[in-house]
């Protein structure tokens, strides 16, 4: 029965490596067992939802850009944890994980994947461009997504609602000019901002020892203090953001964390993800350090689940994964009359001497 299960266990977590901070994160984090079951929940689902767009892209039902979050879970699952529903969000192109902790249903994202008008953006953004309440998309521009998080942060600080906003980048775009710009406008005007680096070891097939000066990316932010944090423990990564919100939300301003992650597949759907690192590489990841058998693991030593209630959670999500990728298939693509519609805010531009392709089509948001 329930009643047999340690309700509540406290796990040492990593110390984190601190720049400018004079104290960082609790080296100790509690987890309940409703959290622990919350959180296997959620990566469970990325990682079979993922496992899944790459089943429909080899059958070519996918097609075009695609980013693959597998290996990752912990840092989706550990920011949205720390942070509140009407905190804001942005991400480069690898979002199909924060889509879901934002609160999108697996259906229309799969859906947004094929595009379909079931998806989340109607099938017109694909896997690059999806977007929900507070959280302002995957960004298809390397690094543009940065300055954009600056101004959401301006703007809550304009606002005055002791909101932050989670603006996130990998070690690939860390070296784009527009990063210093964002941070130096940040720390000047004190925005609450978290800067995070999700550094998985490779800017598509750059080793990130190739491609930057310094791979400190906690430390890039020079006069904005800074974490490193183990990228693989969900434990670790929300303690450091509920740590890095707090600091925002005291007025102290900006900070910069990067999590040390690791994918799984290539950069994108066509890189094998093999000619850059061994397969050995990957494979020691998984078998050391998986976020969801970490997280697992913890649980199961501590008498907090049983074997069997995994189990049946990963069934239920199979399940409901399976059910999203009919819906997905079978859904239909939007129809040519809705082409022109959700560009303009309100009114169309003028025609000028009827050079408009589509003007027998009337764009509608």
């Given at each position: ?363 509608v948001s």
């Open positions: 029965s329930f009643a047999d299960f340690t309700p509540q266990a406290t796990f040492d977590i990593k110390k984190c490596e601190l720049h400018r901070l004079e104290e960082g994160p609790p080296e100790r984090a509690e987890l309940t067992r409703e959290q622990g079951l919350q959180y296997y929940r959620l990566m469970q689902t990325v990682r079979r939802m993922e496992l899944k767009a790459d089943q429909l892209y080899k059958q070519k039902i996918i097609r075009g850009f695609c980013h693959l979050y597998d290996g990752q879970e912990a840092c989706a699952a550990g920011i949205e944890a720390a942070i509140n529903p009407t905190d804001h969000l942005i991400t480069a192109y690898r979002a199909h994980g924060y889509t879901y902790t934002r609160g999108v249903p697996i259906k229309e994202i799969l859906a947004e994947l094929t595009g379909r008008k079931g998806g989340v953006a109607k099938g017109k953004g694909g896997s690059m461009h999806m977007y929900a309440p507070h959280f302002y998309g995957g960004n298809g521009i390397v690094g543009a997504q940065v300055p954009l998080g600056a101004g959401i942060a301006l703007a809550c600080q304009y606002q005055g609602n002791n909101q932050v906003c989670v603006t996130l980048y990998g070690d690939g775009a860390a070296n784009q000019g527009q990063l210093f710009e964002s941070f130096n406008m940040a720390a000047l005007w004190k925005l609450p901002c978290i800067f995070i680096c999700e550094n998985n070891k490779y800017g598509m097939g750059t080793s990130v020892e190739r491609a930057s000066a310094s791979t400190d990316y906690y430390k890039r932010g020079d006069f904005i203090p800074g974490l490193r944090v183990d990228g693989m423990d969900v434990l670790c990564v929300r303690e450091a953001t509920q740590f890095a919100a707090d600091h925002c939300r005291s007025g102290k301003g900006p900070i910069v964390m990067e999590l040390q992650t690791y994918r799984y597949h290539g950069h994108s759907m066509s890189d094998p993800g093999v000619s850059y690192r061994t397969r050995e590489e990957i494979q020691e990841v998984r078998s050391k350090n998986d976020p969801i058998s970490l997280l697992k693991e913890r649980m199961l030593s501590n008498n907090m689940a049983s074997v069997e209630e995994f189990k049946e959670i990963d069934v239920a999500i199979r399940k409901e994964v399976e059910e999203a990728a009919q819906f997905a298939v079978s859904d239909p693509e939007p129809p040519l009359e809705e082409l022109c519609n959700h560009i303009f805010y309100n009114e169309a531009p003028l025609e000028v001497r009827g050079t408009h392709p589509w003007s027998t089509l009337k764009s």
